[in-house]
């Protein structure tokens, strides 16, 4: 589920660093400022469906979605064993002859 979520959030990544990075305080800084930028921008990229409210009522519905066929995917399957089977040759029985009837 994680992976799904994640995948879904990488849409929002190119908005959130044009946004973020072109701002004049990021401008100014240092290549560190713009590491600390994107470092605060990642929990922001895992809001960001929800930040939009009613507004994306489509986008989070579409959200519940993917996320619950991602579990259903992935939950726990049971093994079943049987066995232990004999990997050696059966000897071969001759099936039985008929018994001649009295007329």
Not at 86 to 102: D, E, G, Q
């Amino acid at each position: 589920m994680f992976l799904t979520y994640s995948s879904i959030v990488m849409s929002y990544v190119p908005l959130l660093l044009k946004e973020g990075l072109n701002t004049p305080d990021v401008q100014q800084g240092g290549p560190g400022y713009k590491v600390v930028m994107i470092l605060i921008m990642i929990p922001l990229m895992y809001i960001a469906p929800f930040l939009g409210g009613l507004e994306n009522i489509l986008g989070i519905i579409i959200i519940g979605i993917g996320v619950y066929e991602a579990w259903k995917i992935n939950k726990k399957s049971t093994l079943q064993v049987s066995g232990p089977y004999s990997l050696a040759a059966r000897p071969v029985v001759p099936p039985p002859t008929p018994s001649p009837t009295p007329a």
